[in-house]
């Protein structure tokens, strides 16, 4: 790795990745969000900030929700349940899940109890009873694909480990009581907070095609070694450094990340790093801590 490399992963980083059709979903929520009566905001348990739609309140007005924090058997709970309180102390209902394990019958009886009072007040109108409409929105690649999917009891939605699968909003039902309106993946214009960009870049929920991969993957490890170093050591016998270049070159031959003559192949590097996040074999981590806030 040359000087001018090493420099330049101290260098601030630039992610920008909005593309027109979540411009397009905001617009779409905003004029049905008259026909909703609950929203399911999902987030990635990892990221309980990051990973959080900051100006969520702009188009999904002041309706009821319920916070959806999924991957719950890839945080750290400790630190999650944090986020949890917090989240609960600014009023949110909030549900932690395994969505590939997890029953979700609470997550139905919740929504049907918050509504509750409002379907009594119909009945008393005279008005006939009708479906509760739910409103499922998150950011990319935070299972809300597979959390609609076990809600239904069969595959309707597409499901990928990457950003972007569902494209456009549409209705789903689950059971004679409950319909759900999918929305694609929703992020902002720009990141303004260096360190939501980086965890967003390090759970996928921005494309690796526009990411700066190598200063995601030094955001990692310098993570890890603020807050797990026991899983860098774990997982790759990587003590305590001082130099992250020097990291990288112990990760790369613990991995067998080389090249013809034995040097560092420094992309196969954030290949293994990014690979080992996603499939949760660094261990439960949660990136985000209730400091920032």
Same mark, same amino acid.
Do not use: C
């Given at each position: 790795m040359s000087k001018n490399e090493k420099n330049n992963l101290s260098d601030k980083i630039q992610i920008n990745w909005y593309p027109g059709h979540m411009a397009k979903t905001k617009r779409l929520i905003s004029e049905n969000i008259n026909h909703i009566d609950i929203v399911y905001e999902v987030v990635d348990a990892r990221i309980p900030y990051s990973s959080k739609i900051k100006d969520i309140d702009n188009f999904i007005s002041n309706k009821k929700r319920i916070m959806i924090m999924t991957k719950a058997d890839m945080c750290d709970r400790e630190e999650t349940n944090k986020w949890i309180k917090y989240y609960e102390n600014c009023g949110y209902k909030v549900m932690l899940t395994n969505l590939m394990k997890d029953r979700l019958n609470n997550l139905i009886n919740l929504t049907k109890d918050m509504l509750k009072e409002e379907f009594i007040k119909r009945q008393e109108k005279g008005l006939n009873n009708r479906k509760i409409r739910v409103l499922v929105v998150g950011i990319p690649n935070v299972g809300k694909s597979t959390l609609i999917n076990r809600l239904v009891g069969k595959k309707v939605v597409n499901v990928g480990n990457k950003p972007?699968?569902?494209?456009?909003? @549409?209705?789903?039902?689950? $059971? &004679?009581?409950?319909? /759900?309106?999918?929305?694609?993946? %929703? *992020?902002?214009? &720009?990141? $303004? @907070? $260096?360190?939501?960009? /980086? @965890? *967003?870049?390090?759970?996928?929920?921005?494309?690796?095609?526009? /990411?700066?991969?190598? &200063?995601?993957? %030094?955001?990692? %490890?310098?993570?890890?070694?603020?807050?797990?170093?026991?899983? /860098?050591?774990?997982r790759y016998q990587l003590e305590d450094y001082d130099d992250i270049v020097d990291a990288l070159d112990h990760i790369g031959k613990k991995r067998g990340c080389l090249v013809k003559g034995g040097e560092i192949d420094y992309d196969k590097v954030y290949d293994v790093v990014l690979n080992d996040i996603k499939s949760g074999l660094i261990g439960s981590i949660t990136l985000d801590r209730c400091d920032y806030v």
């Open positions: 972007g699968v569902t494209k456009q909003l @549409n209705w789903i039902r689950v $059971d &004679k009581d409950i319909e /759900l309106l999918d929305s694609p993946g %929703i *992020l902002w214009p &720009k990141f $303004d @907070n $260096d360190v939501v960009a /980086l @965890n *967003l870049a390090s759970t996928t929920a921005i494309k690796e095609s526009v /990411l700066p991969i190598d &200063k995601v993957v %030094i955001h990692i %490890i310098e993570s890890l070694k603020q807050y797990y170093p026991e899983y /860098l050591m774990k």
